[in-house]
DNA sequence: GCCAACGTTGGC
DNA sequence: GCCAACGTTGGC
């Protein structure tokens, strides 16, 4: 059972799209080392803290969890979409996804300024400068951390 | 919109 | 295989 924090822009996907929609799949995915963590470490039943980047504030929104194993993007197969990837092809797929579903949705966003002045969170992946990958790993501590900070204003 | 910190591409 | 140029991410 692994941890995880897995970014979207909002205005792209949020996570009161995840709520209306309970679950969804993790397209568009094109960096290798990213790739790498759904096929390599993400297992059925692994939580996910939902962190919405470049936004207002950017910050943990929620959580869900990985309810399929990787299996390829189809996007990347699809000329008419942004994801489209001609070096691509059925028999070798590059780009993976894998399947969430909504478990909550915090009532406020744990900002990153907040992530950032809580001391047990210093070394977190996305604490650090200039770290931009869509899917970090988050230790155990730093999930009991942020629920913890999250319980008293986490709905549902 | 700026720009730092990456990742990727491609010439050589 | 090096590395400069370019593209992207994402905080601010």
């Known amino acids: 059972m692994n941890y995880w924090l897995m970014k979207s822009?909002?205005?792209v996907y949020s996570i009161h799209d995840l709520e209306k929609d309970q679950a969804?799949?993790?397209e568009g995915c094109r960096n290798y080392q990213v790739r790498n963590f759904m096929r390599d470490q993400m297992k059925i039943g692994d939580q996910a803290f939902f962190y919405h980047s470049?936004?207002?504030?950017?910050?943990?929104?929620?959580?869900?969890q990985i309810v399929s194993e990787a299996y390829p993007d189809p996007t990347q197969f699809q000329e008419d979409s942004e994801y489209y990837d001609n070096k691509s092809s059925l028999d070798h797929p590059?780009?993976?996804?894998?399947d969430v579903k909504h478990v909550s949705t915090f009532q406020q966003i744990l900002s990153l300024k907040y992530l950032k002045s809580i001391?047990?969170?210093?070394?977190?992946q996305v604490?650090?400068?200039?770290?931009?990958l869509s899917i970090t790993p988050v230790?155990?501590?730093e999930w009991n951390t942020i629920l913890k900070l999250s319980s008293h204003i986490t709905n549902n």
């Open 9 to 11: 822009e909002p205005e």
């Open 24 to 26: 969804a799949m993790w």
């Open 54 to 64: 470049n936004a207002n504030p950017s910050g943990i929104s929620g959580i869900m």
């Open 94 to 98: 590059k780009w993976l996804v894998v």
């Open 119 to 124: 001391d047990n969170l210093k070394d977190m």
């Open 127 to 132: 604490n650090r400068k200039g770290q931009r």
């Open 139 to 141: 230790t155990t501590d």
